[in-house]
């Protein structure tokens, strides 16, 4: 079977929002991963939900690109009806780690995003509780999931 | 008090605190009571030894729901900082006298986990009796870690 | 007046050392019996797994990953060693698959058996159903020991394929327990769903409707037992799952007797499941070796296997050494543990039922720590 449900996605994401699209790519069957400007992130988030139908969360993560000095904020999403991936992805800078929260699109990442800012340090604007979900209390570490954390196993750590 | 009762008092004396103590601690042996407490993911293991199979209730063992009335604090599995400090708090509520048990290979020295950033061993946090190494342990290898604190009950007496 | 209705509100902390066994700790709040708010606070055995990963070759990072839920193991490292085998741009020989779906379907067995016991032990305290279960779990760990050494983390997955073949004369065996294991089915459908006192506990509470459990995302069992149709191995079949014949088990009610018969429904498609995977097997080899020294290529590979507590995904972005740059790890309790915290939102939850609505989602807070 080819790939004509995820390039009609596509199809869609782009033709709405040219400018806003910074990459937009099909990595293989049911595998769509698109690259959005943050400043409209919230606009393209109700087109995915409203428009293209893509409802469920599986989960929020992100990446950190130290040497380029950014941070990929990455949300995966499902679409129950046609059963593919997508992976919506924004990049940021890693000296100003702020992200508008898409927690009034889709309500289920919620504890996502609160264990992004935790490991990652990065502000979800909007969110209504980012506190400690999965570190002690009293954590005084800093990030775990930074480059710049390292393990005692680890080359220079 | 002739010399000879005096001395006939003490022998009485002395064979009735040996035979009192061999009591005692047959019946402290098998009646150790651990509370319903598990840390980490050798749980499924411990729960086969409370099964029909292997059956640890003919020694004895059988968890409890409170932990004041606990003699045993079984630490199953891996202990991570925000676990440490119940863990702590568990232990002081307990009455004497009291023993700990440490079970399997993240609790007596962080096991597969060795580089992590949130575990931590259990002799840094409470004094440990016994160690049963293993990731899980066999049941049988847990059954004679009990037996092994048996032995410590009898003789502490 | 007594219009003003002073709710009077307190705060119940179900700590990490409790009766029913699990590593959390739940703040329920209660006017009266009535529930107004659960939280779950968990992180009690947060490892750091995804960042040890980054520090371990694809052959090493099995140990850690799949430590995640012990019952379930073999699911875990599937979806490990399935996106270490997209980027390396692999694919197993036919038997290795055969293998995988083998003991991965015996896992689900014994998952379902486990959160089953656990059920059964918070509706009615039934110690008997829960240690019936903790003995029907033997005859398949002594198979499993059989075949890769241990009774519970096998470790036994590698990209490219398995570590070892079946030994000669384990068919029967299999047939042997399986049989076994039919008529133990069949005892617990009448000791359990035939039973009034489960069924007064259990119908109609905590009843999540389709659209919230898509909206609130709920996994695995838990969204089939709300009537949503989801499950990866029918969406996107991987290994053989396209070459056996089985169905997705869906029920209707969304109450919690509704999860519970779709766990154990799971069940008996497994059986059917790896009934089939063993007549069909074909002969050859079972592994294609991989280094573990290897350089992997630069790119990225999103993988999904349904464990027995729902989907779970594995991100891998590597960027060429021997190590993967990133793992990200989609859990499905952590989706779980949302659902349950906004039940008291969309349905009545009476203090006594919380226990119940709890187990019938089956968590296991290793998986949603990580």
Redesign the interface.
């Known amino acids: 079977m080819g790939e004509e449900t995820e390039k009609k996605i596509i199809e869609a994401i782009k033709s709405n929002f040219q400018d806003a699209i910074e990459e937009a790519e099909v990595l293989r069957p049911k595998r769509i991963s698109i690259t959005v400007r943050n400043n409209k992130m919230f606009e393209v988030a109700r087109f995915l939900r409203d428009r293209l139908k893509f409802d469920y969360v599986l989960s929020v993560g992100a990446v950190d690109y130290i040497k380029e000095n950014r941070f990929q904020v990455i949300y995966y999403l499902l679409s129950s009806k046609e059963k593919v991936v997508l992976m919506l992805r924004t990049n940021i800078p890693r000296d100003k780690p702020f992200t508008p929260s898409l927690i009034s699109v889709w309500e289920a990442v919620n504890y996502h995003e609160r264990e992004t800012w935790e490991m990652f340090g990065i502000t979800f604007k909007g969110h209504p509780n980012l506190t400690r979900l999965l570190l002690p209390e009293d954590w005084e570490g800093g990030y775990p999931l930074r480059k710049d954390f390292k393990l005692s196993s680890s080359e220079g750590g | 008090m002739t010399k000879k009762n005096q001395t006939r008092r003490l022998i009485v004396w002395d064979v009735f605190n040996q035979v009192y103590k061999k009591i005692i601690g047959w019946g402290r042996k098998y009646s150790l009571w651990p509370a319903h407490f598990i840390t980490g993911c050798c749980c499924p293991e411990f729960m086969q030894v409370a099964g029909p199979r292997y059956d640890m209730e003919r020694f004895g063992i059988l968890p409890l729901p409170s932990i004041r009335q606990a003699d045993v604090l079984v630490i199953i599995g891996v202990l991570t900082r925000k676990m440490a400090s119940r863990v702590k708090m568990l232990w002081e509520q307990m009455a004497e006298p009291k023993y700990a048990m440490a079970i399997g290979a993240c609790p007596i020295d962080k096991g597969p986990f060795y580089d992590s950033y949130s575990v931590v061993r259990a002799d840094e946090i409470i004094p440990v009796d016994v160690y049963v190494p293993g990731c899980p342990p066999r049941p049988e290898a847990m059954i004679q870690g009990f037996m092994i604190l048996q032995k410590k009950v009898e003789e502490g007496v | 007046m007594s219009e003003k209705s002073s709710k009077q509100v307190m705060r119940i902390s179900w700590?990490?050392?409790?009766?029913?066994?699990?590593?959390v700790r739940i703040l329920i709040d209660t006017d009266g019996e009535r529930v107004l708010n659960i939280i779950p606070d968990?992180?009690?055995?947060?490892?750091?797994?995804?960042?040890?990963l980054?520090?371990r070759n694809i052959v090493q990072g099995v140990?850690?990953i799949e430590?995640m839920?012990?019952?379930d193991t073999a699911n875990i490292a599937l979806s490990y060693v399935r996106a270490a085998e997209e980027i390396l741009g692999i694919e197993p020989p036919k038997r290795a698959q055969y293998i995988r779906v083998i003991i991965c379907e015996v896992c689900r067995i014994l998952s379902h058996l486990?959160g089953f016991g656990l059920a059964a032990e918070a509706c009615g305290g039934y110690p008997a159903v829960f240690?019936w279960s903790?003995?029907d779990?033997?005859p398949f760990?002594d198979l499993m020991e059989r075949i890769t050494g241990t009774?519970?983390?096998y470790s036994f997955f590698v990209p490219g394929g398995v570590y070892a073949d079946f030994p000669d004369k384990i068919k029967e065996k299999f047939l042997a327990t399986l049989e076994y294991f039919e008529e133990r089915l069949e005892a617990y459908r009448r000791a359990w769903f035939e039973n009034k006192i489960f069924e007064s506990r259990a119908k109609d509470v905590g009843i999540l409707k389709p659209e919230d459990a898509?909206?609130?995302?709920a996994a695995g069992p838990n969204l089939r037992g709300s009537g949503?149709a989801?499950d990866v191995r029918k969406?996107?079949p991987y290994e053989v799952y396209d070459e056996i014949d089985f169905r997705v088990i869906t029920q209707p009610e969304g109450d919690s007797y509704a999860r519970l018969m779709v766990r154990y429904l799971e069940m008996v498609e497994s059986v059917k499941i790896i009934r089939q995977a063993i007549e069909n097997m074909p002969s050859g080899p079972y592994r294609k070796f991989v280094s573990p020294l290897k350089r992997l290529p630069k790119g990225?590979a999103?993988s999904?296997v349904e464990t027995a507590r729902g989907?779970l995904?594995v991100?891998m972005?590597s960027d060429g050494g021997t190590k993967p740059?990133?793992i990200?790890i989609?859990?499905p309790t952590?989706?779980n543990?949302?659902v349950v915290s906004q039940m008291p939102k969309i349905t009545e939850v009476l203090l006594a039922d919380v226990p119940v609505i709890l187990y019938s989602f089956d968590p296991w807070y290793?998986d949603a720590?990580?």
Request: aromatic share 10%; glycine share 10%.
């Open positions: 700590g990490p050392q409790h009766p029913m066994s699990g590593q968990i992180g009690f055995t947060h490892r750091g797994i995804e960042k040890i980054e520090n140990v850690p430590r839920v012990m019952v486990y240690l903790t003995a779990r033997e760990l009774r519970w983390s898509i909206r609130l995302g949503v989801l969406d996107e990225e999103y999904r989907e995904g991100h972005i740059y990133r990200k989609t859990s952590l989706r543990l949302y290793l720590d990580r």
